[in-house]
C-alpha cells in the first residue's frame, strides 16, 4: 500500500511539473510575442515622426520576418532623417528576433510572397508606397 502511495505521488508530482512547464512555455511566448509588438510599434512611431517631404528621402524596408521565410511586410524608410542608423538597426533587430520567435515557437504563416514596392511617394506630409505596373516580355521568333 505505502509503495502504491508512493507512486501515486511521483506520478502526481510529474504531471504538475509537466503542467507548470507547459503554462510557462505560454506565458514565455506571450511576453515574447508582446515584447515583438511593442517593438514594431516603437518603430512605426519613429517612423511617422518623420514628416514626408522630399520622396528621394525615402524607400522600402523590409520589416519582420514570415515562419516560413520572407518579410512580414514593409515599412517606409526615412533615409535622409536616420542619418546615425539606428532606427534602420532597430528594424533588423525586431527583424532578427521575429525569426529566432518563429523558430523558438516553431511559428506558422501564411507563405505569400510580400512584393517589395517599387518606391515612396509624399503624399500630405506621409509616406506612401508605389508599385510599378509591369508588362510580361513577350518573346517572338
Known sequence: MFHAMKRFLMILMTLGIVIACEKSETSNQ????????EMR????????????????????????SK?????????????????SGELLDLIK?????????????????????VTSP?????????PEFFHMETTPSVVTE
Open 30 to 37: 506571450d511576453a515574447d510575442r508582446e515584447r515583438l509588438a
Open 41 to 64: 510599434q516603437e518603430i512605426l512611431d519613429l517612423i511617422n515622426a518623420v514628416p514626408c517631404e522630399n520622396a528621394e528621402d525615402w524607400r522600402p524596408q523590409a520589416l519582420g
Open 67 to 83: 515562419a516560413c521565410g520572407g518579410p512580414q511586410e514593409y515599412v517606409p524608410y526615412p533615409e535622409a532623417a536616420d542619418e
Open 93 to 113: 533587430e525586431y527583424t532578427q528576433l521575429e525569426a529566432e520567435y518563429n523558430k523558438k515557437y516553431s511559428a506558422i504563416s501564411d507563405c505569400m510572397y
Open 118 to 126: 517599387t518606391g515612396v511617394r509624399c503624399v500630405d506630409g506621409k
